[in-house]
């Protein structure tokens, strides 16, 4: 009589590859040990460092009071953490930069409140400097970016000596041209080293989700802000410049300041408003919400998650909110302009099952506010056709070039000689194009020397997110080599030279040329944002193999 032997039962693969990546009781208790030692690390170091920052601040707050104690506590903290981790102040550092003039004013607008930023900014390069050197990993990424780069820096050099540095010696005694020149280099290419700041940040899939979802909050909690700041001050919480006289009806101050940001124009009797959201000036707000919608625009389309794609969402209506209600004009036309370039540009017009419900969400969001406010929207579009008919921006550009070609200097009238940064130090020129700046700062040989830099950063950035294969990933580069290809070669204003573009413009560069390496990783690991993948046959398959099963043990 033969006796039929139970099925041995095969192992699921999905279950076995589960199992192997839990960790054993060796792995847990070795992480419980690490956890410990960096508890006992950051505590005897925060402790050091506020005793040292209490030492440094108390003989400071005898002398100019308790702001100054606290800020200098604050400074001291801030620098001593951001040295001690680098990586965590560079993500300070972005979470810090959209709420930078908010805090300035909110605290005391001091020049050294301004510079901040770069108490995180600078610790955070130094510690990618020291990773590089103590893992032996190349600090120039983009090597082709140097040749160009070199040329730049050598005109800046020329111009630094012998028209800066004459200046000094000749100039006026109130002025110093040398100072300003060095602030004209910062302010020019001071912030290029977040390239590798973000290419050294950026490690695996994880890393770019997080920092692409942290922008698109930011960006909702600013919009947020600056929406409440509208509604102060058309309820009259806010005066604004309802009540100023001639000429400072047109003009935005910090006088006329309302809950967040700085210098605002709210004189709606007079059809004019120009509000600053979170940011120093009206027109670093309007550049914020430009450089938004390219930044956003990835989140509402290519997030796995999708209530992260629904933030998205929520982030693009309140970019075109705050585009309509704060007045700016170059806003108006541009986050409109960038949506629609980018839909095409990234092929989500055709994916229909995507577009179709965000377009129709944005519509009704969209919709819903331009009903509720047709006069405001109306007023808006007035005085965006009135602009551009009194001053069309290629007329205005043309005549900028024409001035600052005029005087034919090879090496400028010196750095910093047209950077509203560096009119503390000497007499500054207002060139409100940045092309024509360079031209009047540093020369047209210069300034080709620039151009030739950020044209081949375009071109290493293009190379680097066509080379990715994951489609997603691909998504989240093109929308940000747009964003680099418009500011490189945009003229309009000088977005260049201060917040927030002046951050976004290299950070985000350094992140599309990280893309090929995090698209390997991500082959080689699985996303942990997806589920992992289903049985092949599916649940057909499993009451199949379970059938077979139960006529074996029958038999």
Known sequence: ???????????????????????????KLAQKRKAARFRKEITNFSTYSLFFAILVGAPLGLIGGIKVAGGAVVAILCLAFSFKYPRQALWGFLIYVPFGGTITYAIGNSPLLQLAKDGLYLPALFGVVQYCKRERLPIFIPKGLMPTLGILVSFCVLTLLFVNGYQEIFGKPNE?????????????????????????????????????????????????L?????????????????????????????????????????????????LPGTFVAPWQ???????????????AFNDPKPYWRIAGLVGLGGIFVMAVVSGQRIALALVPTSIALLLVFTGQVTNLKRFLPIAVGLGVVLGGAAMQNPATVQERINSFVSRWNASPPYAFILDQLNWALKDRALLGHGLGRATNA??????????????????YEIGPFGTL????????????????????????LRAYGSALWLFVLFISYNTYYYPLDVDPVAVYYWFYAGVILKLPEIDRLARLEPDPDEEPPPDKKGKKGKKRKQKKQKNKKKR
Not at 422 to 439: D, F
């Open 449 to 472: 020397a620039f151009l030739a830099m950020v044209t081949v950063l375009t071109y290493l950035t293009f190379k680097a997110y066509r080379s990715v294969r994951d489609r997603n």
């Open 422 to 439: 560096a009119r503390a130090l000497g007499n500054t020129e207002l060139v409100e194009t940045y092309y024509p700046k360079l031209i």
């Open 226 to 274: 600056g929406f409440v700041q509208y509604f102060m001050l058309l309820t009259g919480i806010c005066e604004g410049t309802r009540s100023a006289v001639g000429e400072d009806l047109f003009k935005a101050t910090l006088g006329a300041r309302c809950f967040v940001g700085g210098s605002l124009l709210y004189s709606p009797q007079q059809g004019v408003i120009r």
């Open 176 to 224: 110093k041209p040398f100072a300003m020149g060095i602030l004209g280099i910062k302010v020019l290419i001071g912030y290029l080293p977040l390239i590798v700041c973000a290419y050294y940040l950026l490690h695996k899939k994880k890393d770019l989700l997080l920092l692409m979802r942290l922008t698109t909050v930011l960006v909702i909690i600013c919009c947020a």
């Open 285 to 299: 707000w309007g550049w914020f919400l430009i450089a938004s919608s390219f930044l956003v625009f990835p989140s």
């Open 1 to 27: 009589m033969l006796v039929s032997r139970p099925p041995v039962e095969q192992p699921n693969p999905a279950q076995t590859s589960s199992q192997a990546n839990q960790p054993s009781l060796k792995d």
